[in-house]
């Protein structure tokens, strides 16, 4: 079969040159190359262990996450992994680069770091073939911070069949407590 700028032989217009409606598309489209499923999964997976790798993930858990990343927000955000269980997830965040207008942590970025964690450790305990779900999210927040680097620390509350629910807390370089959030993920 000829594509739409392969001349046929002597020259001849190609059968979507000469009829536009051929084979259903016009004489001006291109099919996009189609790449081997496996192949294309390969590349992501390839792809997404630099990303694992440099956000601090271990490497156990690369086969796991190796298809999904760990999500461009997150990448965007710094977020850093250092322990990551279904009990217990720890990883920080820069302030940095994370500010709002005032020039603090915007209440929004402890919600992503909480919400992060919570839904790995929740992930954690579903296992393989089983999906976690963000179904509620909350936060308190206590004091503010301009510098540094947060560590948020998920702690399982309850790792049920269906639900889960973790309570992370967000401190400053001192230990100081910035904020109190909580999360409850649906397992299915």
Known sequence: MMD????????????????????????????????????AEAAAAADFREELSAAGVPEHLHDWLAVYGIGALVVKMGIRFLEMSPERCVATMPVEGNTQV?????????????ETLGSFAAGMHAGPGRQALGIEVGATHHRAVSAGTVTGTCTAIHLGRTLTTHEIVM????????????????IR
């Open 4 to 39: 739409n700028f392969t001349p046929g032989p002597a020259g001849e217009a190609s059968p979507t040159e000469a009829d536009p409606t051929a084979e259903g598309r016009s004489a001006v489209e291109t099919p996009a190359p189609v790449e081997a499923p496996a192949a």
């Open 102 to 114: 005032a020039g603090i942590l915007h209440g929004g970025a402890h919600v992503v770091l909480a």
């Open 171 to 186: 401190t400053d370089d001192q230990g100081r407590r910035l904020s109190t959030a909580r999360i409850t993920n649906l």
